[in-house]
């Protein structure tokens, strides 16, 4: 490819070997983690959490594609993009997904006291504040990564929709070495095998809502930021049941469908499809959807 091709946007993108890269970069320092005290393992997961991050923004400086590193840009300090509304009822959706869940899970013997924040946080070692932090940052750094080159090197070549349930499947199995941690939410899950197979499940759905959040937004990584901060902090304070968070993902599967089929368009065109970076900025416009 040569610089012309670079500078106007037909970059190749590479998904194959960014989940390689992510992957192994996270694994080989969230694997050591499982046997290390935990005095130690929470900076070897942090320096894994970043591991997505980082490949992603390696990808997009070395690529020579001055697009590809604009998009970037714009994704991740363009305040214009965020549809600050869409964000605002994305988050009142997934709180009434947590409501829902909760008043299902009665009827199966489950504490109305569910409607209550929790003193702590699932996982431990760091403190509250430490934990507060923990979220924060993972909600930043894993957007990065993930919307900075991840995703979109996946629509790149197909619609929304296979992208999504590729993106969620991935994203959901990077989290294995968690469940094997002392001190992570994950490894809390172990008490119970259909607890540890719902999180796993769970991902998949919320892959969909999270590029509904981000598509919704032009393409914007603070827009996830945000919800995903938001995800990660209601999951963690509000005192859901493991069993009721099984009903969670029943409720957030069928969320998912109905964004799906309110937004077929958004998730089945093919108008970006080969040329992602010249669609997302307005000049294949009157390319029509297969």
């Known amino acids: 490819m040569n610089n012309t091709e670079n500078n106007t946007g037909n970059y190749k993108y590479k998904p194959v070997l960014f989940f390689a890269l992510a992957y192994v970069f996270t694994w080989i320092f969230w694997i050591p983690a499982i046997f290390l005290p935990e005095s130690i393992s929470p900076l070897l997961m942090l320096i894994g959490l970043m591991a997505p991050a980082i490949v992603s ?17 714009n994704k991740i300090i363009g305040f214009y993009k965020v549809k600050w509304l869409n964000v605002v009822w994305a988050v009142i959706v997934f709180a009434i997904v947590i409501v829902c869940s909760i008043l299902l899970s009665l009827p199966f013997g489950q504490s109305i006291n569910q409607f209550s924040f929790t003193e702590g946080f699932s996982f431990t070692g760091v403190g509250i504040a430490g934990a507060f932090i923990t979220i924060t940052i993972a909600a930043i750094i894993e957007e990065v990564g993930w919307k900075g080159y991840c995703e979109d090197s996946i ?14 499947v991935l994203w959901s199995l990077w989290h294995l070495p968690l469940i094997f941690i002392p001190g992570t939410y994950q490894a809390g899950l172990m008490v119970n095998p259909l607890y540890v197979i719902n999180f796993f499940v769970s991902g998949i759905p919320m892959g969909f809502v999270i590029t509904w959040v981000y598509l919704e937004s032009d393409r914007s990584i603070l827009a996830c930021m945000i919800f995903h901060f938001f995800v990660n902090f209601m999951q963690e304070k509000i005192a859901l049941t493991p069993e009721t968070k099984c009903l969670e993902t029943i409720v957030i599967t069928v969320l998912t469908i109905i964004i799906i089929m309110a937004k077929k368009d958004m998730f089945f065109e093919t108008r970006h499809v080969g040329r992602l970076l010249e669609y997302s900025n307005g000049s294949n416009n009157e390319v029509q959807t297969d």
Request: no cysteine; aromatic share 22%; net charge negative.
């Open 57 to 73: 923004t390696v990808f997009i400086m070395a690529s020579g594609s001055d697009a590809l590193k604009q998009d970037f840009k």
């Open 155 to 168: 629509g790149n070549y197909m619609n929304w929709f296979w992208e999504s349930m590729i993106f969620g």
